[in-house]
């Protein structure tokens, strides 16, 4: 039987119901200074309630008596065709962003010619990506990122843990530092491990000779090994910062009567704490494992010389390095393996559907950290092993190298200040870095709200299509980005010339909001996961719109993963080229293309300035990042 | 006797006065011409100074000389050059795509001689470029055709540690890399690509067929496309040979313990060519920029980067060991026609 909903607001909050109000009525639950005014809240609250999990609003909602505006938007926020209007709204804005250029790219497939050119439709893309040769290419790019995927989660569950719940001690120095190398630009990390490690020169393999008397190598950073140890370096970061805040996010209590039924420590991290934060887990997992399937860099740097064939530097190859490009086949490839990849979405999400991830409830709790007593100085030293040796090796190098006038060679006749000036001086480097912060503002700024809605209509609500607006984010991120840079072009040039995209700034803004939604869904997903529907509940019974709602309770609580999201966002957007160098305008270079310009040329050691430049913002803004989420926090 | 020799006489003299005949001919006639063609160019000039502006896409990514041409283009004719760079493909769709779409953003196109050829023969993109005063100065190796104009090109060499290499046991020839002693101590750009490692496969199977590119593959090498990353790590050492090295390298790693040598065989090298665009929007100061590319200043500007100038104007204050390095015999570049399949036999013999 539907209940009524004064009887909802009554079980969501039985003491603040009653609280000012007069016993008549449905004024006892909105203490309103008017009866208009309390008329006017009352019918949309009639509409507009019940967003849990039990009930979900289907009736189209009563227009109230007064007539002005607030009441007018009231009624549309929660009719049934306001909400249809505002998914189809969002599916047209996914459409664009992904659909349309996944589009150009299906055509490029199935086409013997790119779009514009006279061809014929075929096979022959898919036929030639079936043999047996590919598919060895495909397993081993597939254990590739496995073997980096699984060790680097491990580590990452346990430094989240480390720093989110424990009395560490810094924790909040050493949760920035922790997360540097994700920001780093991949080539200059690659070009300091090997320095490190190659097995002729390199350094590490010099001091474990030294220190053993043996002439024997023991790291090859040229291998398997240093493939897999190269990507770890991103995604051991890159999936701490997806995690740690669904830990911090989450109420002791549940451990804490783990503990009190008898639980030890291990059984309760693993029958409680892990499951709690399944959803940011296996997101973070599978962001990460895809992420490692389009890795270009690691495999390119480190596999090559080792004859290491992996998908994406095939899909290069065949674009960059064939005469003429063969861009049917580097389609069809990639379409595979965004198809595979997508089952693997959709085994996500059958795992996760129907199952409770709530961690934080309108009980009030206090984030308490669990005490290790002599044991934290332990964890203490286990982060800063891995900071030394994921930052301080390689970071070392790119700072040392950069007062040198060649990167690696330490002579005290070549120290120099030239490349700083160089880069300091250089026009190009600002225009590129004044455009980049632009871009990364606004896109960052955008992504994130345009990943909150889609979150929160995945997550949170009921609504028809919110399926296939999940899985329309979700695209993107399963296309290589030199193949989606492509469909960029195509799409935006053979856009109608009244639409003024291509060629301009914003050509570059909606390539990266594209490129950038499917991690902020994804973020915002796993923090609206473990809010319970009963503060959301308690906010629209009191009259709160649904706007105020989302922005006062909902992003209020999911700041911590908004703003780690944010700064995933921004610092991809610096880092991004594949679509960048194919849309970006004279007069709208970003940073990443100043980067390509000089390192093609040779210029590592200004590569290396900008990269420490990076290193430097990175720092400021997760430091001002966390300073926000403490202050949040306390305020809970 | 006598009327024998009277004849060879006669006949000389009339072959003597009709070549003399035939000389002064000419100059009356190309007197005009020429003016003419000087008054067309000044026209030009004035038209390219109306448009003030020329967008030039370019795939040689990061080259200083770009630097030069702005500066020097806007300073001589109050022209501005916008110029856009990307990688050689990333060029050629760019381009394809935007006269398709009919954006005409781009006047001209620089880009290396197999991608211009694809894009005349498939993308049909270009225009003729017409009359460009200092294309007779050419070399005969560089030679215009009425689309496209080389403006520069690339030599390649190998590069030696010269702490490891001594002086008598440098690579003389290219055969020498198959030499039992460099097994497995020679890093290479990617033969299986194009870009420089392509290159040299293609000239040496050209030069010296397959058997030697097989014995090639025999010494175990080690291919790697990070370049800037690879001259670096032949100077610290971690190979003493690498190959193909870019004659631009040169002046870029003085100081280090590096040396590039130049086989007595030749340099492979690849061109670069400009070619105006269709329906290009600023017709006339891209004709201009063509011109200037290959007019001496410019030519100086690339020969100072170890490019290879294509003009035979005479060139003063390069580098000594750059200059030297560029008067090397060349051994030749790829045919466009051929290339893929260059490339397909280099992923057979080097798996």
Same mark, same amino acid.
């Given at each position: ?23 008549? *009525? ?34 189209? /909602? ?15 926020? *929660? ?22 250029? =996944? ?98 020169? /390199? ?169 290790? /007593? ?21 970071? *070392? ?34 225009? *590129? ?134 700064? =995933? ?68 | ?9 006669? @006949? ?81 769709? @760019? ?54 104009? !080389? ?15 001594? !002086? ?95 086989? @007595? ?72 026609? @051929? ?13």
């Amino acid at each position: 039987m539907e209940r009524s909903w004064q009887e909802k607001a009554e079980c969501a909050n039985p003491a603040r119901s009653f609280a000012s109000a007069k016993p008549t *009525g449905a004024e006892k639950f909105c203490a309103r200074p008017s009866l208009i005014e309390l008329a006017e809240n009352l019918y949309p609250q009639q509409v507009n309630m019940a967003i849990s999990a039990d009930e979900r609003v289907k009736d189209p /909602g009563r227009v109230p008596f007064a007539a002005g505006l607030r009441a007018r938007l009231r009624v549309l926020e *929660g009719t049934a065709a306001s909400r249809t209007a505002g998914v189809a709204l969002l599916v047209v804005i996914l459409a664009f962003l992904s659909i349309y250029p =996944l589009s150009m790219l299906l055509y490029g497939s199935l086409h013997s010619t790119p779009p514009g050119m006279a061809g014929v439709f075929n096979l022959d893309g898919y036929q030639a990506v079936l043999t047996r040769q590919n598919l060895v290419m495909l397993l081993n790019t597939v254990g590739i990122s496995l073997a980096k995927t699984i060790p680097s989660l491990v580590i990452a569950v346990l430094l989240a843990w480390i720093l989110a719940r424990t009395d560490t001690p810094f924790r909040g120095a050493l949760e920035v530092l922790v997360t540097l190398p994700f920001f780093i630009p991949p080539i200059l990390t690659a070009m300091a491990w090997g320095m490190l490690g190659n097995p002729q020169v /390199g350094l590490l393999n010099q001091l474990y000779q030294w220190a053993t008397g043996s002439s024997n190598s023991p790291i090859n950073v040229y291998s398997y090994g240093g493939v897999i140890w190269h990507m770890m370096q991103y995604s051991i970061p890159f999936m701490f910062l997806l995690i740690v805040d669904a830990f911090r996010a989450m109420d002791p209590s549940l451990e804490e009567a783990a503990r009190m039924c008898g639980a030890s420590r291990w059984r309760t991290f693993r029958t409680v704490t892990l499951l709690l934060i399944l959803p940011a887990l296996s997101s973070a997992a599978i962001l990460s494992f895809i992420r490692g399937i389009e890795n270009f860099e690691s495999p390119l740097f480190f596999g090559s010389p080792a004859g290491i064939r992996v998908i994406t530097t095939d899909i290069y190859d065949s674009i960059n390095q064939r005469s003429p490009p063969q861009y049917q086949y580097a389609t069809a490839v990639s379409f595979v393996i965004m198809a595979l990849l997508l089952l693997i979405v959709l085994l996500q999400w059958k795992l996760l559907r129907g199952r409770n991830f709530t961690t934080v409830s309108g009980k009030g709790y206090s984030p308490t950290v669990m005490k290790l /007593g002599k044991w934290r100085w332990a964890t203490f030293a286990f982060c800063v092993l891995f900071f030394a040796v994921t930052v301080v090796l390689p970071v *070392g190098q790119l700072l040392i190298g950069s007062f040198f006038k060649f990167f690696g060679f330490y002579q005290w006749d070549m120290l120099t200040l030239e490349h700083y000036r160089a880069v300091f001086g250089s026009s190009e480097f600002w225009r *590129g870095f004044g455009n980049t912060m632009l871009l990364g503002l606004a896109g960052a700024s955008l992504t994130m709200v345009l990943g909150g809605v889609v979150a929160y209509i995945s997550v949170r609500t009921k609504w028809r299509g919110r399926m296939l607006i999940d899985v329309m984010a979700w695209l993107p991120w399963m296309m290589p980005g030199i193949v989606l840079g492509v469909g960029f072009l195509w799409g935006f040039a053979l856009l109608p010339h009244a639409i003024p995209i291509y060629g301009t700034i914003w050509a570059l803004l909606l390539a990266y909001i594209s490129l950038g939604t499917p991690l902020s869904v994804q973020v915002m997903s796993s923090a609206y996961s473990q809010l319970s529907y009963d503060i959301e509940e308690c906010s629209r019974v009191h009259g709160a719109s649904w706007l105020q709602t989302m922005r006062h309770i909902m992003i209020a609580l999911a700041w911590p993963s908004f703003a780690v999201g944010w700064v =995933l966002v921004f610092f991809g957007i610096m880092r991004e080229l594949s679509a960048s160098v194919l849309l970006y305008s004279v007069g709208s270079e970003v940073l990443s293309v100043v980067l390509l310009k000089l390192w093609t040329n040779g210029n590592a050691e200004q590569v290396s300035v900008i990269g420490l430049m990076m290193i430097v913002l990175v720092v400021l803004f997760r430091w001002v990042q966390l300073k926000v989420i403490k202050a949040r926090i306390s305020t809970l | 006797m006598t009327s024998g020799n009277d004849q060879a006489e006669r @006949r000389w003299i009339t072959r003597r006065a009709a070549l003399l005949g035939l000389a002064a001919g000419s100059v009356v006639f190309s007197a005009p011409e020429a003016a003419r063609a000087e008054d067309e160019w000044g026209k030009l000039v004035a038209a390219a100074r109306n448009e003030g502006h020329v967008v030039l896409y370019s795939a040689f990514v990061g080259l200083a000389a770009h630097q030069n041409l702005k500066k020097d283009l806007e300073a001589a004719y109050g022209i501005t050059v916008d110029i856009l760079e990307a990688r050689a493909s990333e060029v050629r769709e @760019r381009i394809r795509i935007e006269q398709a779409a009919g954006r005409f953003a781009v006047d001209v196109s620089e880009n290396g001689r197999t991608t211009t050829t694809l894009q005349i023969e498939q993308d049909h993109v270009f225009d003729p470029h017409g009359m460009l005063p200092s294309a007779g100065r050419l070399k005969a190796e560089f030679r215009a055709d009425d689309i496209r104009v !080389p403006v520069f090109a690339i030599v390649y060499g190998i590069l030696a540690n010269t702490r490891l290499v001594k !002086p008598d046991d440098e690579p003389k020839s290219w055969l020498d890399l198959a030499d039992p002693r460099w097994k497995g101590k020679i890093l290479s750009d990617d033969f299986r690509a194009l870009g420089g490692g392509g290159v040299l496969f293609y000239v040496l199977e050209d030069h010296y067929g397959r058997d030697v590119l097989e014995k090639l593959a025999k010494q175990d090498l080690k291919f790697s496309r990070e370049i800037p990353a690879n001259e670096r790590r032949i100077a610290r050492g971690e190979y003493p040979l690498y190959v193909p090295v870019s004659l631009t390298s040169v002046p870029e790693l003085k100081g280090l313990p590096v040396k590039f040598l130049a086989p @007595r065989e030749g340099l492979p090298f690849i061109g670069y060519d400009l070619a105006l665009l269709k329906n290009a929007p600023n017709p006339n100061a891209a004709r201009l920029l063509m011109e200037y590319c290959i007019g001496q200043k410019m030519q100086q500007a690339y020969a100072n980067l170890g490019l290879l100038p294509v003009t035979a104007d005479p060139l003063s204050g390069v580098d000594p060991a750059v200059a030297e390095l560029g008067k090397s015999k060349l051994l030749g570049t790829t045919d466009p026609a @051929r290339m893929d399949q260059l490339l397909a036999l280099a992923r057979q013999i080097y798996p």
